[in-house]
Structures are given as structure tokens and as C-alpha cells.
């Protein structure tokens, strides 16, 4: 087999693994009803359970880029892509066993581990693709988790109503482990561990890329876009749905799918256009506006419980999810290739971050005073991409 088949045979592995992954991020949110049930047979608050439930993963995934981009680029993929893929698996089982300890423990054994999926993709297109590709290929790894989010909505509630969550669960840990074989099996990547490097010397350029604004004005434009439309579908969309406009379980997933179709529809143009215009900025300021104006047309729809324009919300959010994906690329173009998995890593830390304390936060409070928040963190995401990111397609790469 040539270098080229090798090449396309560990992303297309990798991007089953982030199918799966993205998966295990937004499915709590069409849960609620099991969770609702497991939360009054133990006597605990069953929207408390899915606020930590929810928000495991996501601290669990930040907290594990610290460790887990240094030992994907000292390591390599092929070594530590397949072991926390593992662990993936493990922790997908914990959670068939379902009570308020297990769904917790195994949520957040599953967000430290699903974060090597990215991060291994990312270094893999970064090593072995030219930059003209490194935009599509950062929308082929976001289309394919938009489609496995529609898959955790409708789809996901119909399969929890035919084999309940325990079946669901022990099928997604078979595919957990089966994946992690064949990512030791494709991958070739055993890392840049030298002689006269070292894991701490990899790890402390975190430091550096933390010390570096453009990172963090990245980083915060991908909070304020897809980070916010990712809390609300994963979590506290179910409430705000389910509350201020009285929809069903079916219909509330249905309206949370409508969000994903978006996403997935306009993941592939973004990629396309930024590597042939040779720009990513001007999409990420796009990705920010879109959902500033989302927002505050979901403001407008719930004052007025008005379904059509919560439609034209949806759709709005949908486009700033699929805008923001050249925000990695970018996090990652601004620096030298051999340490993809690194610089990726610290993105990762600020979006997760955010993420997670936003659902935690914005489930326990009023749906509406949530979305006057929101809007609020979207202007500073607009700010921050414009005055903080760099054009980074072409960049002089640093360390």
C-alpha cells in the first residue's frame, strides 16, 4: 500500500472515532426523560444530575488537553490515540450501569479520553497534508460530528425508546474499543520523541501558546459561536424548548436536529472557501455575527413564543457552528506542524472550558435571562475574533 492510502486510511479511522465522540457530546441533551426517571428513583434534582452530567465531559475535556496534545506529539498517535480509545470504552460501559454516581464517573472518564480523537486528527492532517487542505479537512472532521449529532437527537430518542440506555450504551462501547484497534493498526505515527527533548519540554509549550493572544482571541470566538450553540443543544436547550415554548420530547429533539442538519450542511462550503480564498479570519468574524444574531433572534422568540422566528434562530446558530470550524485550523496554522497536537490542545482548553461552565451555569437559571447572556458573550466573541486573531493561511510558523 503507498504512502498516500496510509495516509487516508488512519484520517478516515479518526474520523470514525470523532463520529462517535461527538456523539457521546450532545446525546445528554435528548436523554432527559431517562435521566428525569434514574434522578427520581435515587431521590436526587434530576435538572441538577444533567447540568454535572452534561458538564463532566466537557471539564473532563479540557482538563485533559493539558496532558493528552504534549503526549499525542512526544508519543505519537499510534500509542496514545489507541489507548484513550480505550479508556473511551471503558467508560462508555461504566455508564450502562445507570444510577447518578456511574452516569457521572462515566461521563467524565469519557470526555478525558475522547479528547485524543481531535487532537490525533488534527496532527495527522498537519503532518501529512499540505495547507491548501487543512481548512476542508478541519470541515470533513466537523461534518462528520454534525452528522453524528443529528444522529443524537430524533434518531438517538427512537433508540432509546426501542433498547433502552444500557443497549445504547454497550453498543457504543463495542464501537469504542473496535475503534481503538484499528487506529494502533493505521496509524504510523509513533511521535517526535528525541534524544535531547523530553514530555515536560513538549508540555511546557502550552505556556508559550497560552502567553499568545491570538490564541485566546481564537479561542474565544469558537466560545462564543459554537461553544454556545453546542451548550444549548447538549444541555439547557431541552429546558428552554421544553418551558418557554411547551414542546414534547419528539419535538424537542426534532428542533435540536434542525440545528445539526444546519451545521452539518454548511461545514463543507466553510472549509472549501477558506482554503480557496487562502483566508480564515473573516470566517471566523462571520461565525461570531451569525451568532450574535441568532441570539438575539432567540431573545425575540421567546418573548413572543413565536415558533417561526425560533426556527430562523436555529438556522442562524446552525451557520455560526459551521462557520467557526477553520477556528482550529487556525489555532493550529499559526504554529509549527510537529506541534499540532499541542497547540490544538490549548484551543481546545479555552473552548471546553467555556463550554462546560456555561452548562453548568445556564441550566439553573431562567431560559430567558440564558439567552440575554448569550447574546452578550457573542458581541465578545465578535470582538475578540476581529481585534485578537490573525490571519494565520500562509503564517510564518512559530513555537
Known amino acids: 500500500m503507498d504512502a498516500f492510502s496510509k495516509r487516508i486510511r488512519v484520517i478516515i479511522v ?10 457521546h457530546r450532545t446525546m445528554t441533551g435528548v436523554m432527559k426523560p431517562e435521566i428525569d426517571y434514574y434522578s427520581g428513583y435515587y431521590g436526587v434534582n434530576a435538572e441538577l444530575l444533567l447540568a454535572i452530567m452534561s458538564s463532566a465531559y466537557f471539564y473532563g475535556y479540557a482538563a485533559s488537553q493539558f496532558f493528552t496534545g504534549p503526549l499525542i506529539d512526544y508519543y505519537g498517535v499510534k500509542r496514545i490515540g489507541s489507548i484513550m480509545l480505550t479508556m473511551l470504552g ?11 454516581n456511574t452516569l457521572v464517573a462515566g461521563r467524565l472518564l469519557i470526555g478525558i479520553s475522547a479528547s485524543v480523537v481531535f487532537l490525533s486528527y488534527m496532527r495527522s492532517a498537519a503532518l501529512s497534508f499540505k495547507i491548501s487542505y487543512q481548512g476542508r479537512l478541519s470541515s470533513y472532521a466537523l461534518f462528520a460530528g454534525s452528522i453524528s449529532t443529528i444522529a443524537a437527537t430524533y434518531p438517538l430518542r427512537l433508540m432509546l425508546n426501542s433498547i433502552g440506555l444500557s443497549s445504547t450504551y454497550i453498543i457504543l462501547a463495542l464501537l469504542a474499543f ?22 515536560l519540554k513538549q508540555a511546557s509549550l502550552i505556556g508559550s501558546i497560552a502567553r499568545n493572544p491570538h490564541s485566546w482571541g481564537v479561542g474565544i470566538a469558537s466560545v462564543a459561536s459554537y461553544g454556545l450553540g453546542l451548550a444549548y443543544q447538549s444541555t439547557w436547550g431541552q429546558i428552554h424548548l421544553s418551558k418557554v415554548f411547551l414542546l414534547g420530547k419528539e419535538d424537542v429533539s426534532i428542533y435540536l436536529m434542525v440545528l445539526a442538519m444546519v451545521f452539518a450542511v454548511s461545514c463543507i462550503p466553510t472549509g ?6 487562502k483566508r480564515r479570519k473573516p470566517f471566523l468574524i462571520a461565525a461570531t455575527i451569525a451568532s450574535a444574531a441568532a441570539w438575539i433572534l432567540m431573545y425575540l422568540s421567546s418573548i413572543s413564543r413565536d415558533r417561526n422566528i425560533l426556527l430562523v434562530a436555529l438556522t442562524f446558530l446552525g451557520v455560526s457552528q459551521g ?12 504554529y509549527d506542524p510537529k506541534i499540532s497536537g499541542t497547540s490544538v490542545a490549548f484551543f481546545n482548553i479555552v473552548l471546553f472550558t467555556g463550554i462546560a ?10 431560559p430567558t435571562v440564558s439567552v440575554i447572556i448569550n447574546i452578550l458573550i457573542a458581541f465578545i466573541g465578535i470582538l475578540a475574533s476581529t481585534i485578537l486573531a490573525k490571519e494565520t493561511y500562509l503564517y510564518e510558523k512559530i513555537v
Do not use: C, N, R, W
Open 357 to 366: 461552565v456555561l452548562q453548568s451555569v445556564l441550566s439553573m437559571i431562567d
Open 90 to 100: 471503558v467508560g462508555t460501559v461504566l455508564m450502562s450501569v445507570p444510577s447518578p
Open 14 to 23: 479518526l474520523l470514525a472515532a470523532y463520529v462517535l465522540v461527538y456523539f
Open 178 to 199: 473496535t475503534l481503538a484497534l484499528l487506529t494502533y493498526l493505521t496509524s504510523s505515527d509513533i511521535g517526535g520523541k528525541k534524544k535531547d527533548s523530553s514530555f
Open 272 to 277: 472549501y472557501l477558506s482554503d480557496k480564498f
Open 323 to 334: 462557520l467557526h470550524i477553520i477556528a482550529p485550523t487556525m489555532a493550529k496554522e499559526y
